[in-house]
């Protein structure tokens, strides 16, 4: 893979599909930075990372945008952040991302408001609304384990 890769996701469900898809190809160490609008769809598909990485079914994922961060056990622990409300730089370290990014599989929503709150290697996640409502995917691999994933990623089931 040479580029960025895009990808249609006309649905919601086609969104958690995706997002499933791609979890189940996660490691610990593994970071997504999910970028968008409000309503974009970041949190839909984290919600199918959840279920790619080994969440229970049972376990809510729902935003962390008051929370900030949660974590969710599962074949690999996933670390869902939102950085939306976080006002000052000062206050990424009390969140404790930088423990996680070895640990567990970490997907971080609204990282392009503090790009340094994550390691260089990522896999950066674009979502655009497109005009009939569905969604429109970009996913641009930065460092060697982010291409290699988004490669197997692109190859399919």
């Known amino acids: 893979m040479a580029g960025p890769l895009t990808i249609a996701a006309p649905t919601a469900g086609a969104m958690q599909a995706l997002g499933e898809r791609l979890g189940r190809l996660l490691a610990a160490g593994d970071v997504l930075a999910l ?84 390691p260089p290697e990522r896999l950066e996640i674009e979502i655009a609304i497109t005009p009939d409502g569905g969604r429109h995917l970009v996913l641009r691999p930065i460092g060697a384990r982010a291409t290699a994933l988004c490669a197997v990623f692109e190859k399919g089931p």
């Open 35 to 118: 970028l968008g609008p409000l309503g974009a769809g970041k949190t839909t598909f984290v919600q199918g990372v959840a279920r790619g990485t080994g969440v229970p079914p049972g376990r809510h994922v729902a935003s962390p945008t008051f929370a900030l961060v949660n974590e969710h056990p599962g074949r690999v622990p996933l670390v869902h952040a939102d950085l939306y409300r976080i006002a000052d730089p000062r206050e990424l370290e009390e969140l404790g991302l930088r423990d996680a990014f070895d640990r567990a599989a970490v997907a971080i929503e609204w990282l392009d408001r503090f790009p340094d709150a994550a």
